[in-house]
């Protein structure tokens, strides 16, 4: 049964920092691309950052210099380090693991983190 375990959210005031964790169980975990998405109140969900097996990293411009997502292969556990957060960081966060296979792809979902950045 595959996994994906968020945690490190919370209440945090502008310019904070918070860093989540995603622990993952039941895949082969290195051979998925990992990634961050996340979901404001009455808005789609949409990708933050993603991180492949090579370590290859990508953002949306919104987070870039601020955030950084990294990978840890042996604990199974990609991370989420969010520095000075803003208000519009605000929503729950989802971790996602993702890979292609030969008939399309298999794809996992976190049950999400919530972050709230208010002062």
């Known amino acids: 049964q595959v996994q994906l375990v968020e945690s490190g959210g919370g209440l945090v005031q502008p310019g904070e920092s918070l860093r989540l964790s995603c622990a993952a169980s039941?895949?082969?975990?290195?051979?998925?691309?990992m990634g961050w998405y996340r979901q404001a109140p009455g808005k789609q969900r949409e990708l933050v950052a993603t991180?492949?097996?090579?370590?290859?990293?990508n953002y949306v411009d919104s987070v870039k210099g601020r955030f950084t997502i990294s990978r840890d292969n042996v604990k199974d556990t990609v991370y989420l380090q969010m520095n000075s957060l803003k208000p519009d960081d605000t929503g729950v966060y989802y971790c996602?693991?993702?890979?292609?296979?030969?008939?399309?792809?298999?794809?996992?979902w976190g049950q999400g983190t919530q972050v709230t950045v208010s002062s």
């Open positions: 039941g895949i082969i975990f290195n051979i998925y691309v």
């Open positions: 991180i492949t097996s090579g370590f290859r990293t």
């Open positions: 996602n693991a993702v890979r292609r296979t030969l008939h399309g792809s298999d794809e996992y």
